[in-house]
């Protein structure tokens, strides 16, 4: 809802925190018709209703052109972008400054920036250090730390002897470098820094203790030698992107946790276990990093990642460890000693993020979610419980409230554009993994088998769900599909309508540069069952500009694109922005490099664009296949990163003005024997000048993963030009 006059917009918020000053109209906001205002917070739209304050008639910058040999941040003229929290920054006032030698020792990592930076939400904080959407000049960041490059960890790598780990330290250290920071950021002298003598400053890692919530909690298959009651688990693992709740909490969601895993033999678990497995990834035969190698009696520190049936039962070992991962972990950044709590009845999965959809006093709190695999799937959250205002800022017992009960449902995409949100429940039969059978009938398999119950009830299989956005102009949700190198020619269908070869020397196809699709619920009521849906845009490199199955949204070199994945829509200005995820465009000349990028966009409506025919062709098998492609409207590139990094997490300030974005792994691809001399020394390199002109050429700086902060130079708000009419 927007109010305006005829000199400036005043969104709801501005209105409602002016009347909340005034006794008299406190007193009547308390009453029906204030419940009714307060289900405009600002925290989406109603129905088909605006909450967009400043919306943008246009962008206001040149695009950025791909420089894929620059080591540095490359932003449009006018912008400039600042280094505001890096690897191993330290969160409280007595932490030295870090080395970035591999020195530091485990311990000090309670203290400081985790590594690999992610999904984040930046909460606005009040005088009365709550939660106040409206300020922007003071708040909590909450920052997911996904996973870790060891290389640049220690001193020479991590050591690593017959295949295992040697240095307890060593892995030690790893543990708190995953998880989520929460730190206090200001704005002084128009520039934003971390302040680390808050007391909310807090490191969240795989060694915090998390409560089990929802109708999981004291399942039989979560009990551990940790919890024999199975009520809780420790620690968090592979945060990837994120979500925040209309309460004032945050959502870590764990994607592939399941690799972290080791399971040496497959003795003792029943078929319904083995296929549980099997479906959830749970079957690495030393672990992602290998952590249970350590060897130490007097610590489960270690062993708990070890799934292999050991003892006599569950609580003598670790069997059900991997059971209580693949969750959405809510935090109360705003209560630091709290514990956080894995809300299950939102299912088990590989947890991309959630995305709150519209918010409206009486009706269900409603999430929408993207399971992060090839050919995975689209879920969405209903709350049981009706939306209450006076819930805001309710932290914890809030979640308590709407995510421990609720339907979860999947997603299917017809061929007509329409499409269906089948509910999770009344699971019978069985259902095949491999060699595997499992057999429903337990009332836990919608939330800890949320994939196999996907499977059951016939959704369909996307090419690799990551994050979502809901456009707060209108409640229509985007979705990012990154790639899928499985999805062949046989297989495409109308939402997920490409298979191709990528460049001429390759011998198959796929999805290589991604898509994102959209859809609008039926009467604009986030807890319909039914939906219509297009694609918004397809990615594309340059040398298939020319391809019209490829390039099916008319890309240019302002904005061709590939592996789209991170998303944010801008209450200020209903600004789309676009990350991506691609380490190489593999059409382009050399290969490598500088490909990843931020973009900006005005997008249109489901619906706006026009049906078109897409032919698949490999060899003698050829498909033709209809979908639904959108305006892709104006649609340029903001920003670019450093050589092998990721653009991945982005939230902003409520006046629009500041855009926190996440800079993950430069120079992942380093080989150990180079770690002197490393193919980014990013943030070294550069800065964030956006000059490629000054960056330093010289490359012997570790490279660090960091928070940025993106401003116009002139102070103005982001991306849009709102002159025109």
Known sequence: ?????????????????????????????????????????????????????????????????????????????????????????????????????????????????????????????????????????????????????????????????????????????????????????????????????????????????????????????????????????????????????PWGTYLACEENYAGYFKRSNTAGRSANELASEARNGVTSSSGRERWSSIVDNTTDDYARWDVTVKGASAADDYRNAANTYGFNVEIDPFAPTSTPKKRTAMGRFAHEGAWVGPVTVGKPVVFY??????????????STALWVASDVNGGLAAGDKYLDDGKLYVARFNSDFSGEWLELGNLVGTQAVGSETFTFGDTSDPYLNTRLAADKKGATKMDRPEWGAVNPANGEVYMTLTNNSQRSVSLTDAANPRSYKDNASSTSTGNANGHIIRWRETGSNPAATTFTWDIYVFGAESDDLSNKDVNLSGLTADNFLSAPDGLWFSEKTGILYIQTDDGAFTNEADGKGSTCMLLAAIPGTVGDGTTVDVTNTLGTTTKKVTTKVGKTGELKRLLTGPIEAEITGITESYDGKTLFINIQHPGEDTEAANIASPTSSWPYSNTGSGNPATATTAKSARPRSATIVLTRIDGGVIGGDFSLS
């Not at 088909?48 to 695009?63: C, H, R, T």
């Not at 939660?131 to 690593?160: M, Q, R, Y």
């Open 1 to 245: 809802m927007t109010i305006q006059d005829s000199n400036s917009p005043k969104h709801f918020n501005d209105v409602l925190q002016s009347a909340m000053s005034d006794p008299s109209r406190r007193q009547i906001l308390r009453g029906g018709l204030g419940l009714s205002a307060l289900s405009f917070l600002g925290l989406a739209g109603c129905g088909g209703s605006s909450a967009v304050s400043a919306p943008a008639k246009a962008l206001n910058f040149s695009a950025t052109p791909l420089n894929q040999t620059y080591d540095g941040v490359s932003v449009a003229s006018g912008y400039k972008a600042e280094v505001l929290y890096k690897l191993g920054d330290p969160i409280n006032a007595t932490t030295p400054a870090y080395l970035n030698n591999g020195t530091e020792t485990s311990a000090s990592f309670d203290f400081r920036s985790g590594d690999h930076h992610d999904g984040m939400y930046f909460f606005g904080m009040g005088s009365n250090n709550k939660w106040s959407k409206t300020v922007s000049d003071k708040g909590l960041l909450c920052i997911n730390h996904e996973a870790i490059t060891p290389l640049f960890l220690h001193a020479s790598g991590p050591t690593i002897v017959n295949s295992a780990r040697t240095v307890a330290d060593e892995v030690q250290k790893e543990f708190r470098l995953h998880g989520v920071s929460v730190v206090e950021v200001n704005k002084v002298n128009g520039a934003f820094q971390v302040n680390t003598a808050s007391t909310f400053n807090r490191r969240i890692t795989t060694l915090t203790e998390m409560d089990i919530a929802g109708p999981l909690r004291g399942h039989n298959l979560l009990k551990t030698k940790y919890s024999p009651t199975g009520v809780k688990t420790r620690g968090t693992v592979n945060n990837c992107a994120s979500g925040y709740t």
């Open 369 to 382: 979610m993207g399971c992060d695999s090839r050919n995975e799937y689209i879920y969405k959250y209903v």
